[in-house]
T-cell receptor, first 114, second 112 residues
């Protein structure tokens, strides 16, 4: 158990809908990262927050947005969902914000868009 | 061309075999390389990291970097069924954003 929690575990929704994925980082970690994992693309970095501020953006679609709240938990919002958005979404957290700060991954949310 | 290339396998070996897992990368901002292990239906976990060129050993695992050929390897000695997982290599390609770029992962099965 990494100490990172994600809810829900599974989500099934229809195209065009909007969903919110939630992540609670390990106690003491200030950075939160969101990743998308699919069979064809592998594990892709979406976005990073550090102590409430956006730090880095990766391959995140405009239909997706995220935020980190004062209590450091984070939410990833996915809107106008398409079939291709079906994937595993992982949250990770780390103490620091740089590349040498070990990232601890949560168990993931499996999103299925029908 | 993906910037971190990894053979997806699957790779199936008998228990006790030496396993070699490999990645190539296009660039690395910090010469800092990581190997993650991901069990089925779980999140990735950091297995080893290494800087620059050379070897780093941790028990049955050895991480190796060849900067000149932009090649990174993970060796597993005396492989066990519990090593059955997907192994992902990762590095930071560009300074400034610090984001990790992962290979697609190699699925390993160690057969008892």
């Amino acid at each position: 158990d990494s100490g990172v929690t994600q809810t829900p575990k599974h989500l099934i929704t229809a195209t065009g809908q909007r969903v919110t994925l939630r992540c609670s980082p390990r106690s003491g970690d200030l950075s939160v990262y969101w990743y998308q994992q699919s069979l064809d693309q592998g594990l892709q970095f979406l976005i990073q927050y550090y102590n409430g501020e956006e730090r880095a953006k990766g391959n995140i679609l405009e239909r997706f947005s995220a935020q980190q709240f004062p209590d450091l938990h984070s939410e990833l919002n996915l809107s106008s969902l398409e079939l291709g958005d079906s994937a595993l979404y992982f949250c990770a957290s780390s103490v620091g914000e740089g590349p040498y700060s070990e990232q601890y991954f949560g168990p993931g949310t499996r999103l299925t868009v029908t | 061309q993906k910037e971190v290339e990894q053979d997806p396998g699957p790779l199936s070996v008998p228990e006790g075999a030496i396993v070699s897992l490999n990645c190539t990368y296009s660039n690395s901002a910090f010469q800092y390389f990581m190997w993650y292990r991901q069990y089925s239906r779980k999140g990735p976990e950091l297995l080893m990291y290494t800087y620059s060129s050379g070897n780093k050993e941790d028990g049955r695992f050895t991480a190796q970097v060849d900067k000149s050929s932009k090649y990174i390897s993970l060796f597993i000695r005396d492989s066990q069924p519990s090593d059955s997982a997907t192994y992902l290599c990762a590095t930071v390609l560009r300074a400034g954003s610090y984001q990790l770029t992962f290979g697609k992962g190699t699925k390993l099965s160690v057969i008892p």
